[in-house]
């Protein structure tokens, strides 16, 4: 599914979700999030929890507000998502949340084990 796809009524996007992508363009990460479109215009669209952005049907990409020199160094893009995909990703960023929040709990309490804790541990993990 694309933009390209709605091209004779884009007023068919409004409520569809994107996965909307940030960051900094050194940084190799970039945070992402789903949110939905919320205004279309004829050139492109605006998203949720980011009124004063708008992003262009052709490149993706935002525009206007922060742009140029402003926004030297960031990155800033949407990608029309199904709602299958988007199902599937908010699983995975959960579970990885989940896993994220065991690990880090895990290794709290690691200083407090006996050597024996250790080693059964050691063979569990084996």
Known sequence: MEFKDFENDYQKLLGLSVLYECGMSYDKKLSQYIKQIEK???????????PNILFSFSGNDRSGYMKGRMGMGRISHCRLISEDERRELALSWTEE??????????????NTLTLKQLQQIQDIIK
């Open 40 to 50: 279309v215009t004829k050139r492109g669209f605006r998203i949720t929890t980011l």
């Open 97 to 110: 949340k989940a896993a994220k929040l065991i690990r880090e709990d895990l290794f709290i309490k690691i």
